[in-house]
Nanobody
Framework: QVQLAESGGGLVQAGGSLRLSCAAS????????MGWFRQAPGKEREFVAA????????YYADFVKGRFTISRDNAKHTVYLQMNSLKPEDTAVYYC???????????????WGQGTQVTVSS
């Protein structure tokens, strides 16, 4: 069992930055690939970024490439999402997830956090 808790969301102006954190409980954190997803009102949950168990490989949705960076600290059982150059269309609830398999597929993730709201004003 893994429990995930996101933090770091908030209200920011367009062009600003936020850093999301996701703290995991349990001693098996390094056994899981970690992903960030987001869901805007009226839309389906979508893949944002993922990182392999070791942190050696990262994956991004096209719409965040060059703006967002995912990283992890296995010693601290934490995964991060640094978000720069934020746009109003980035407004959503952001979720972290732990799993294995296809990094971009929500069905590959077994554990999910409760989400943190990110609002970008224009």
């Amino acid at each position: 069992q893994v429990q995930l808790a996101e933090s770091g969301g908030g209200l920011v102006q367009a062009g600003g930055s936020l850093r999301l954190s996701c703290a995991a409980s349990g001693r098996t954190f390094s056994s899981y690939a970690m992903g960030w997803f987001r869901q805007a009102p009226g839309k389906e949950r979508e893949f944002v970024a993922a990182i392999s168990r070791s942190g050696g490989s990262t994956y991004y949705a096209d719409f965040v490439k060059g703006r967002f960076t995912i990283s992890r600290d296995n010693a601290k059982h934490t995964v991060y999402l640094q978000m720069n150059s934020l746009k109003p269309e980035d407004t959503a609830v952001y979720y972290c997830a732990a799993g294995s398999g296809r990094y971009t597929d929500t069905a590959s993730y077994d554990y999910w956090g409760q989400g943190t709201q990110v609002t970008v004003s224009s």
